[in-house]
């Protein structure tokens, strides 16, 4: 492995400190001269007409500044999300919002607008959507996206006939709008030694980021000022000025602090720009402080599954055949791609000889649903890693070693699309999670008794695409000696903006002393990136930081030939200065080669740029062309295929079969994330995924109640995180540490399957210790105990909202 | 297939589903003969904005408080909450409101040495004791407790916004019990929820700031 100066090392990331002082500012802890706030009115039914909103009471009320509504804010068509409507489609959906001088008298100031509701038909259960004759969520049908043809959202009913002959106990499979296949799966299932044809729930569950979506806006000089609570932060740019209908230079975006995201704060959300609205209609500065409640109807919620899954095995434990339907339960709102990446998780990690995909996203009358950590490669995992330890014991094989032979190579080509990947080494993370854990003697140990106490043992696996490219790299030397890193990353709190940032340190042999990050706030020039979301982050900003490093180094090489004489070739670029190699009396430094390129402008200090630059990049440079030697670059650099972030994780758990309650004694997971840029960030991922993952796999969940369409789940205490007792007091980590050859120093993503193969490889543990095959998340104790008193469950097997 | 919605008083901001405890919390306000505008309340909102604009029937008093070794004059409403006392009229941000009911842990301080939810007591109550936040748990000049130095030292923090609550609870555990088991420790914190699953490297910091301290 190429030996590095800062890649691979540890460091203290710039808001750590600020962190654990409290000092560092989320957007509920700023303050304005002026400042007012704002309140929502949310809808109190799961799906109404507005006929009538009267707020002239509420208007009079003193300290009341106004109100606003849904015919002052960019009308959406469905299936997009509304800021403001007065056709609710779900409980909870922002109807009008009232500006108050404090936040009691907003309060109190919704309680006196009269609304009129004209209740709808509404929707909890995608399969009663798609029953003849069912209501449709959303007046312009019930399934969206997805399917050649297949307009955004449309109605599709399935026969009485497919309900009929699936009866209670399997997935009624009528035409689906997304399907695919590859090879010949029939065939493969006649010669099959084994099939198995289950049918699983998966729970939409919430993503509960610690820090509600509170919001403060404000204008000033034409432009809009939000302080936002995201995960990304150029990626906002666009979408904001859309939403706020000014150009891309009229928006200042400041979110240096996100309290967690998970995916639901990844792109501009439609109740960001409530607060822009209201503050132009006012003319005052709006805090709006969202509540924990109100983050449950609107904080996101990953989407729910409902399938069918077949596999089929030859006598060696080959996956030679597998299909698989999904109905994905969606919000009232476009949604994410969840089935579809479920069924590119299955076809990649167990590598099917044929396989069918058939799919369905249904919307519905519960929250805006939205991508969370891992959207469907990891509810995929819970579904098929218990399933393969299933076929493992049927067939007399090794639970690691019926997972190793089903294990992609680099050369797999996977699904219709014929994917490939750039780097695959789940194989050896497999081998490195058995070593570690210590596989044979623990799964002997496997069913030992004590007392009422049972050990299971579980393994479970991962996968993301987690990298992309075609984003702008930014950076700066200025006279005061220092390379400043512009960086266009959200801060989701995986310090990933910071270990990308250290990719164009390394390219320029700067110290990490001499290093600033520029970030957090779009006035300091942030280029173009994608959002912090898809585990990307780590391959996608380094490869941005290389180009425009290398940039860099062109320049300062060209730079110091043209005023120290000879060739750019003759220099090199270390220790903040560009030196000739064979005199080093021609030296000049960063603070000088910033000053230079401030009096040379043109190409020298932002002023021209590259033409291939996105227009983000473009506004950004405005505030920092003529600062020093400006280099911008778009990544043109070579990509091809997918870019596999994979994950196993290895669980033992003491189960109490008089509680169905259980330890985790040990977890330990393993990544193949390429070469490993920030070890204590990896060890960080990998638990916190590990403990989402136990979130995942027994604790998440939504639930409504299907008489009156309203949430049970509106409280921490009622979908409860995993606390600290809930885990293990020490997660295991490691990587397999081998270098992906499409990014400079080998990197890519790993934070989402981080949390699919803890799920999976608690689940697979809890299914060792039971004996029982769930196809069910969560799995909660009572579920447990009725299993192992052979009790029927108190529901059926593709019952939603239990 | 029309459904029947029985009441259109369900609020979904929580106030029917999420109001056990501040159903409870509101009565003991309204007994003490301040009865503030319980909408606000019932809403999940304590009342952000500085006084002078309080709804009808209640009113500010100036009292003091000691907040991190100093006494603090500030106006409060009879029914205001300490965090938002300390967030909005004291400007200690550093307590975070992660859920206004005493669920998460975000808003944690001490209160004569115990933890306490800041966002589930009246300010009112803390009068003659010492509250120390986040902000005053280190030496002055910006030195830090060696729970904070650990905490940057073992990478703890993820997003961040439950670190100050995580914060808080280590240095009252180890006021209390200066070599504190892993176990002991996970306890100490089990009342701080942390979404981004940082768990262990909050105890790894304890322990060490324990074995430094």
């Not at chain 1, 309060?107 to 209740?119: D, F, G, K, S, T």
């Not at chain 1, 822009?276 to 005052?284: N, S, T, V």
């Not at chain 1, 003697?441 to 490219?469: D, L, T």
Request: hydrophobic letters at 35%; proline letters at 6%.
């Amino acid at each position: 492995m190429a030996d590095y100066n800062l890649i691979g090392k540890d460091f203290t990331p710039q808001d750590v400190r600020p962190k654990v002082t409290g000092t560092g500012k989320y957007s509920e802890d700023f303050k304005k001269d002026g400042m007012c706030y704002m309140k929502m009115l949310l809808c109190p039914m799961p799906s109404a007409n507005v006929t009538n909103l009267d707020a002239s009471e509420a208007l009079a009320m003193p300290g009341v500044l106004g109100v606003l509504t849904a015919d002052e804010v960019p009308a959406v068509d469905e299936p997009g999300y509304p800021m403001l409507t007065n056709k609710p489609r779900q409980l909870g959906m922002p109807i009008c919002a009232i500006a108050a001088e404090t936040e009691s008298i907003a309060a109190e100031a919704l309680e006196r607008i009269r609304v009129a509701y004209e209740p709808q038909p509404f929707v909890l259960d995608p399969l009663e959507s798609l029953y003849p004759g069912g209501p449709n969520a959303l007046d312009s049908g019930n399934v969206t996206g997805g399917g050649e043809g297949n307009p955004p959202i449309h109605t599709r009913k399935w026969t009485a006939r497919d309900f009929a002959e699936a009866g209670e106990d399997r997935l009624p499979m009528g035409e689906a709008p997304v399907e695919w296949s590859v090879g010949d799966v029939e065939a493969a299932f006649a010669e099959a030694a084994l099939v198995i044809d289950e049918p699983f729930v998966t729970a939409s569950s919430t993503h509960q980021a610690l820090e509600p979506r509170s919001v403060l806006a404000y204008w000033e000089n034409g432009k809009c000022f939000i302080h936002g609570s995201s995960q990304s932060q150029s990626w906002m740019m666009p979408g904001l000025a859309r939403m706020m209908d000014v150009s891309l230079d009229d928006i200042v975006y400041i979110a240096e602090y996100c309290g967690g995201g998970f995916g639901a704060k990844a792109s501009p959300y439609p109740i960001q720009g409530m607060a822009g609205y209201m503050a132009k209609k006012i003319g005052r500065p709006v805090m709006m402080r969202v509540t924990r409640a109100e983050e449950y109807h609107l904080g996101g919620t990953r989407p729910g599954f409902q399938g069918q899954v077949k596999l089929g095995f030859n006598a060696n434990g080959k996956m030679i055949a597998a299909d698989l339907y999904i109905v994905q339960s969606g919000g009232p709102n476009r949604g994410s791609g969840d089935y579809s990446s479920a069924a590119g998780a299955l076809a990649l990690v167990y590598t099917p000889t044929n396989m069918r995909f058939r799919g369905a996203a249904v919307v519905t009358n519960k929250p805006w649903h939205v991508s969370q950590r891992g959207p469907g490669q990891n509810q995929l995992a819970t579904v098929v890693e218990p399933l393969m330890d299933r076929a493992a014991k049927e067939l007399g094989i090794d639970r690691v070693a019926i997972r190793d032979l089903n294990a992609p190579e680099a050369d797999v080509v996977f699904t219709e699309s014929q994917s490939t990947v750039t780097s695959m080494y789940l194989k050896e993370a497999y081998k490195l999670g058995a070593e570690k854990f210590n596989w044979e003697e623990k799964k002997a140990m496997s069913g030992q008794r004590n007392g009422s106490k049972v050990i299971g043992v579980g393994v479970g696996s991962a996968y993301h695409s987690a990298g992309s490219n075609g984003f702008d790299g930014l950076i700066s030397i200025r006279p005061d000696g220092k390379l400043y890193v512009h960086s266009g990353v959200g801060n989701l709190g995986t310090y990933s903006y910071a270990g990308t940032c250290r990719a164009a340190a390394e390219v320029l042999g700067c110290s990490w002393e001499n290093t600033v990050v520029l970030r957090g706030d779009s006035r300091h020039g942030l280029p173009w990136t994608l959002a912090q979301f898809g585990s990307n982050s780590t391959f996608t900003n380094t490869r941005t930081n290389f180009v425009a490093a290398t940039k860099a180094k062109e320049m300062l090489q060209r730079l110091a030939a043209m005023d120290l004489g000879g060739e750019p070739g003759d220099y090199e670029v270390a220790n903040e200065a560009v030196t000739n190699t064979s005199d080093s009396s021609k030296t000049m430094t960063f603070a000088q080669a910033g000053q230079r390129a401030i009096e040379l402008g043109g190409e020298w200090d932002g002023t021209e740029y590259p033409d291939n630059l996105n227009d983000v990049t473009k506004a950004a440079l405005k505030n920092v062309t003529g600062s020093g030697l400006v280099a911008t670059a778009k990544d043109e650099l070579f990509k091809e295929g997918s870019v596999p972030g994979m994950a196993a994780a290895f669980c033992m758990i003491e189960l109490d079969t008089d509680t169905g309650k259980y330890e985790i004694l040990e977890m330990h997971s393993i990544a193949d994330c390429g070469t490993v840029l920030h070890p204590q960030g990896l060890q960080q991922q990998l638990r916190g995924g590990a403990v989402m993952g136990i979130g995942e796999a027994a604790l998440d969940r939504m639930i409504y109640d299907p008489q009156n369409g309203l949430c049970a789940t509106v409280g921490l205490y009622q979908t409860k995180p995993p606390s600290i007792l809930d885990v293990p007091t020490l997660i295991e980590t490691d990587a397999v540490n081998q270098p992906d050859p499409q990014n400079p120093f080998g990197v890519k993503g790993i934070g989402e399957p981080a949390m699919g193969c803890a799920a999976s490889a608690l689940l697979s543990a809890i299914s060792d210790a039971t004996g029982t095959y769930f196809n069910r998340t969560p799995v909660d104790p009572d579920m447990i105990i009725n299993a192992l008193s052979g009790r029927p469950q108190s529901f059926t097997p593709l019952q939603v909202n239990v | 297939m029309q459904k029947k919605f029985s009441s259109n008083r369900y609020d979904p901001q929580g106030a029917v589903r999420d109001d056990v405890s501040r159903r409870h919390f509101i009565k003991g306000v309204i007994a003490c003969g301040t009865v503030a505008g319980a909408a606000g309340l019932m809403t999940g909102c304590s009342d952000s904005g500085d006084g002078g604009s309080a709804p009808a029937g209640s009113a500010e008093r100036l009292i003091s408080i000691n907040v991190n070794g100093m006494s603090r004059n500030v106006d409060v409403m009879p029914n205001e909450t300490l965090a938002h006392t300390l967030r909005n009229k004291l400007g200690l941000t550093g307590t975070k409101l992660g859920c206004d009911r005493g669920s998460c842990g975000a808003c944690t301080v001490m209160i004569d040495g115990t933890t306490v939810n800041s966002c589930s007591i009246l300010t009112h109550t803390v009068r003659n004791a010492n509250v120390v936040t986040v902000e005053g748990v280190g030496g002055g000049n910006g030195e830090l407790h060696p729970v904070q130095t650990a905490m940057i030292e073992e990478l703890a923090p993820q997003c961040g916004y439950c670190t100050p609550g995580q914060v808080v609870s280590g240095v009252a555990l180890l006021q209390r019990n200066p070599n504190p088991t892993r176990e002991e420790v996970r306890h100490a914190l089990a009342g701080n929820l942390c979404r981004c699953g940082a768990y262990n490297n909050y105890v790894n910091a304890i322990v060490k700031a324990a074995g430094s301290a």
